[in-house]
Nanobody, 131 residues
C-alpha cells in the first residue's frame, strides 16, 4: 500500500512558477512509476506528467512540454512537479499518482498517460493562477 500526500499548491499570478511535491509512504517507492494529473471544475481529469520508477524516462502532453518538469528523489520518496510560465488555464486540482510495482518492465507513453495505470492517488492540491 502506498499513501501519497501532495503539497506546494497555492495562488500564483500568470507567468509565475510553483513547485508541487508528493511524498510517498512505504518501502517500494523506487519500484513505482509516478504521475501527475489535474482536474479543473467541470472537466475530466487529465494527464500532466509521468516519470518511470528509475527516473530515467519522462512523459508530458505536448501542451505542457517545456513549461512543466517532473522529477523524483527515490532516497526521499518524493516526486516533484516544477511548473513555470503558468497560465490561467493551468488552474486545477493537481493529483499525484503511483502505479503498481513495475518490476523493471518497460512501458510506452500510452501506459504512462492512462489513469488506469495508477493504483494509488493523493488527495490533490489546488493550484490557482490569477491574471
Amino acid at each position: 500500500q502506498v499513501q501519497l500526500v501532495e503539497s506546494g499548491g497555492g495562488l500564483v499570478q500568470a507567468g509565475g512558477s510553483l513547485r508541487l511535491s508528493c511524498a510517498a509512504s512505504g518501502r517500494t517507492f523506487s519500484s513505482h512509476a509516478m504521475g501527475w494529473f489535474r482536474q479543473a471544475p467541470g472537466k475530466e481529469r487529465e494527464f500532466v506528467a509521468a516519470i518511470s520508477a528509475s527516473g530515467g524516462t519522462v512523459y508530458y502532453p505536448d501542451s505542457m512540454k517545456g513549461r512543466f518538469t517532473i522529477s523524483r528523489d527515490n532516497a526521499k520518496n518524493t516526486v516533484y512537479l516544477q511548473m513555470n510560465s503558468l497560465k490561467l488555464e493551468d488552474t486545477a486540482v493537481y493529483y499525484c499518482a503511483a502505479s503498481g510495482v513495475t518490476s523493471g518492465v518497460m512501458y510506452g507513453r500510452a501506459w504512462y498517460q492512462a489513469k488506469g495505470t495508477y493504483n494509488y492517488w493523493g488527495q490533490g492540491t489546488q493550484v490557482t493562477v490569477s491574471s
